[in-house]
């Protein structure tokens, strides 16, 4: 909660302006207060800005401006504090009733003027408010879609390259062109998964269902999750138990089996990662990624499937198990896997291993 403090006097103790303003900033913190959400952890930073907030506006009355705005530290709540000081100093002028306190008002209130015409030239504060506005999402989004053009011609001159179309390669460089390969379609990866994001994230990757050889999508994964796996020394198993034709969603079924084996892989350190497909009931698939990791632990497999999870915890600060604080895999994932007509499983066992799961209808093309 928002504890109210005096402000520090930084002006002459008989200062009308002064007394205003800790009025003004007392009633601000008392209506942020007012607003807190229990267990948040907003007020205590939003009570020590708005109290360096109440200090630059004094700074500006009547003094040296440019040197109080060109102090100031801005954080992305500078501005709705701001609004709520200038709210504030009008009520407590109001309330006083006095010519001299509408006097003191309109030089505090044009100072606040100030401040927010500086806020808005201040770069640091112009690039936090673009990341956490209403148009956060779009400037993402832009940002991926920037990012992935360059990816996908990085990816195709190493393949062009891996594949031995300029000529031959040693066994040390094939393996590290498949690093290249593997961390630029990571990046490109993460890319796609932002811009899914953007739209959902549980639409299919295709406009209908398509006729396909499993076999191909498993050749596809293998070779992109190969060299990762050999640089840890680690076993890659593919198991498919059919080439038949089958119909379904192909891109979609490449990106989570990809994304699985590729976390597999991740956080295992010996043994192996194993890709298998298996026959179901009906005209249906089971899919399994499967490693011989350490297990996903109970505190981990709780929160693992959602999106921009906090970095809380021992987890984040001592290097022991944890995904991405971005969350976006493994979300996109099992919102893919239910697009597709299943459910994304798992079944961990501590020092054993961990087995990701699903099975979904896979017509005979």
Not at 1 to 27: E, F, I, N, W, Y
Not at 37 to 51: E, F, M, N, T
């Amino acid at each position: 909660m928002v504890r109210t403090t005096s402000v520090p006097s930084a002006a002459k103790a008989g200062s009308a302006s002064h007394d205003l303003l800790s009025t003004a900033t007392q009633a601000a913190a008392l209506s942020i207060q007012e607003r807190d959400r229990p267990g948040s952890d907003v007020p205590c930073s939003a009570q020590q800005a708005l109290l360096e907030l109440a200090e630059v506006v004094r700074g500006t009355v009547g003094g040296d401006a440019t040197s109080a705005l060109r102090s100031a530290v801005w954080t992305p709540i500078a501005r709705p504090l701001l609004d709520v000081l200038r709210r504030q100093i009008l009520l407590a002028a109001a309330a006083a009733a006095d010519a001299e306190s509408f006097a003191e008002s309109h030089g505090l209130l044009m100072a606040v003027e100030r401040v927010q015409d500086a806020l808005h030239s201040d770069a640091l504060y112009c690039v936090t408010q673009h990341l956490t506005g209403t148009e956060a999402l779009e400037l993402l989004v832009e940002v991926a879609h920037d990012m992935r053009s360059p990816l996908g011609s990085i990816l195709f001159l190493v393949d062009r390259v891996r594949s031995g179309q300029s000529g031959s390669l040693s066994e040390p460089a094939a393996r590290q062109l498949g690093l290249a390969y593997s961390a630029a379609f990571g990046l490109s990866a993460l890319a796609s998964d932002l811009m899914e994001l953007s739209r959902g994230s549980g639409r299919l990757m295709g406009p209908s269902p398509e006729e396909f050889v499993i076999s191909d999508v498993f050749r596809r994964v293998s070779d992109m999750v190969r060299p990762v796996a050999e640089e840890k020394g680690l076993q890659l198993v593919v198991d498919v138990p059919t080439r038949e034709m089958r119909r379904g969603y192909p891109a979609a079924l490449q990106r989570v089996l990809l994304n699985l084996s590729t976390n597999a892989c991740k956080f295992t350190s010996r043994g192996e990662v194993a890709i298998r497909a298996r026959l179901a009931p009906g005209e249906q698939m089971r899919f399994e990624v499967c490693d011989t990791g350490r297990g996903v632990p109970p505190e981990v497999a709780a929160r693992m499937y959602e999106t921009f999870r906090p970095r809380t915890g021992s987890g984040a600060s001592s290097g022991a198990y944890a995904f991405s604080s971005a969350g976006l895999g493994l979300a996109i994932c099992r919102k893919l896997v239910a697009a597709m007509g299943g459910t994304l499983e798992m079944e961990t066992t501590p020092n054993v291993g961990t087995c990701f799961h699903f099975c979904i209808p896979l017509p005979r093309g």
